[in-house]
């Protein structure tokens, strides 16, 4: 039986990104580190950063939490500071042996600091539905949301996406595809596309690429993917390595 547990790696927070796994309750905890460069029209530096998150799955259901700290320097000022932390609900409506799908709820709240680039500078709302089926060695999983600002935007920078270590629109329709392949009994190869299409005429469409690799070992999990920004100026190339333990 398929279940698809909702990961935040903060490409994350609005792209609601997907792995397999079982239906068992359980709990897992997981470490990224990230590694971007940007350079848009007012602003260019690059940020790093360590993500932690705790997940805990139940059946259907499951519930997780981040809470990103991100090093950024900008036109050559360096901040270090709080990301945006997040909470997120996800519940598996129809699976079978091949097939998943079902929704996903992310909230957010403005723990980093707008005015330096580390957080939208208000509560998000991001909703999602989202698909995934398994055939043999190959996985693919597709999801589409809208994430919207429920708090005073006005602050939010027109004709650009903001926040720097995260851009995204302060609404907008988001979506993701990716598909993976294992290669070997501990090895899988994947690909993503995923982006944001603005809801009004002030916002950038965004669009960013992904490949990865992910070593599987028992309860452990360790993967790198490499991104880049393809329109929007989300950032030109950013790299994202993660750590999961199962409990």
Same mark, same amino acid.
């Given at each position: &039986?398929?279940?698809?547990? !909702? ?6 927070? @609005? %792209?609601?990104?997907? *792995? ?14 990230v590694a971007a460069r940007f350079d848009t029209m007012l602003y260019g530096g690059d940020y790093e950063g360590v993500v932690p998150a705790l997940r805990w799955t139940h059946d259907r259901f499951a519930? =997780?939490?981040?809470? /990103? !700290? ?10 270090? $500071?709080? $990301? ?27 723990? $980093? %600091? ?5 957080? &939208?500078?208000? /509560?998000?709302?991001?909703?999602? *539905?989202? $698909?995934?089926?398994?055939? %043999? ?5 597709? @999801?589409?949301?809208?994430?919207? =600002? ?10 650009? &996406?903001?926040?720097? +270590?995260?851009?995204?629109? @302060? ?5 993701? #595809?990716?598909?993976? !392949? ?24 965004? +669009? ?5 690799? *992910? ?10 993917? !490499?991104? #880049? ?19």
């Amino acid at each position: &039986m398929v279940c698809v547990l !909702l990961i935040a790696e903060r490409s994350g927070r @609005a %792209d609601h990104a997907h *792995v397999a796994r079982d239906d068992r309750a359980g709990l897992a905890a997981s470490l990224s580190l990230v590694a971007a460069r940007f350079d848009t029209m007012l602003y260019g530096g690059d940020y790093e950063g360590v993500v932690p998150a705790l997940r805990w799955t139940h059946d259907r259901f499951a519930v =997780g939490a981040t809470a /990103p !700290l991100y090093r950024i320097e900008e036109n050559g000022l360096q901040v270090l $500071g709080a $990301g945006d932390a997040t909470i997120d609900g996800q519940v598996t409506i129809v699976h079978d042996e091949m097939f998943a799908a079902g929704a996903t709820l992310a909230l957010s709240a403005p723990t $980093g %600091d707008h005015k330096f680039g580390l957080g &939208m500078g208000h /509560p998000m709302v991001m909703p999602a *539905v989202w $698909g995934a089926m398994v055939h %043999d060695r190959h996985a693919v999983v597709a @999801a589409l949301g809208y994430s919207v =600002g429920f708090a005073d935007a006005a602050h939010h920078h027109d004709d650009m &996406m903001w926040p720097l +270590v995260d851009p995204m629109n @302060a609404s907008e329709l988001t979506w993701s #595809a990716r598909g993976d !392949l294992a290669v070997a009994r501990a090895w899988r190869l994947g690909a993503q596309l995923a982006g944001g299409v603005p809801v009004d005429a002030s916002g950038v469409t965004r +669009v960013i690429a992904g490949a990865r690799a *992910v070593w599987i070992s028992q309860r452990v999990q360790t993967g790198l993917e !490499l991104q #880049a920004g393809l329109a929007g100026d989300p950032f030109t190339l950013r790299a994202v390595a993660q750590t999961t333990v199962a409990f």
